[in-house]
């Protein structure tokens, strides 16, 4: 099975072009900034993933999503490499999206999704605080 879930960050606006095929195939292609769990010496650090539409997705793509919007994707991992113009093998991963749900509130900040945090008593990591003796609704 090839599924990847992602939530990040628009790096810049998204890129459009037609492919040069037969089909003449629209294709967009975006760089999120995800997050990584843990922080390194104190410092919040994030992975830089290349994501691609391809076909009626693009037009989604084009119309609402842009630098620094809040998203969620579904996709499939794609790997490749490629010969550079010095003759070196350059291999690249991707991700090829399926999927585009979006995360953040309406202005592309974190208020509303802190603001529901809050209410539900969750810490920033999404947890909430249990008191001690306090029944679980799992076993």
């Known amino acids: 099975m090839n599924k990847v879930m992602l939530m990040g960050r628009l ?3 998204p890129e459009i072009r037609i492919s040069g095929n037969e089909n003449n195939t629209a294709v967009a292609r975006y760089t999120l900034a995800v997050d990584r769990r843990y922080k390194k010496d104190g410092e919040r650090t994030a992975d830089f993933i290349t ?3 391809f076909g009626k997705g ?3 793509v084009q119309k609402y999503l842009h630098k620094g919007m809040k998203i969620a994707v579904v996709g499939r991992l794609h790997t490749g490499s490629y010969k550079n113009k010095d003759g ?6 991707d991700v090829i999206v399926d999927e585009h749900e979006f995360a953040g509130g309406k202005s592309g900040d974190d208020t509303a999704e802190k603001e529901t945090e809050q209410a539900a ?3 920033k ?3 909430m605080q249990v008191s ?3 029944e679980l609704p799992f076993n």
């Open 51 to 53: 994501c691609i539409v």
């Open 132 to 134: 001690e003796g306090e």
């Open 121 to 123: 008593g969750q810490d």
């Open 11 to 13: 790096t810049k606006n």
């Open 88 to 93: 070196n093998t350059v291999y690249t991963t």
């Open 125 to 127: 990591d999404g947890f």
């Open 58 to 60: 693009t037009d989604f």
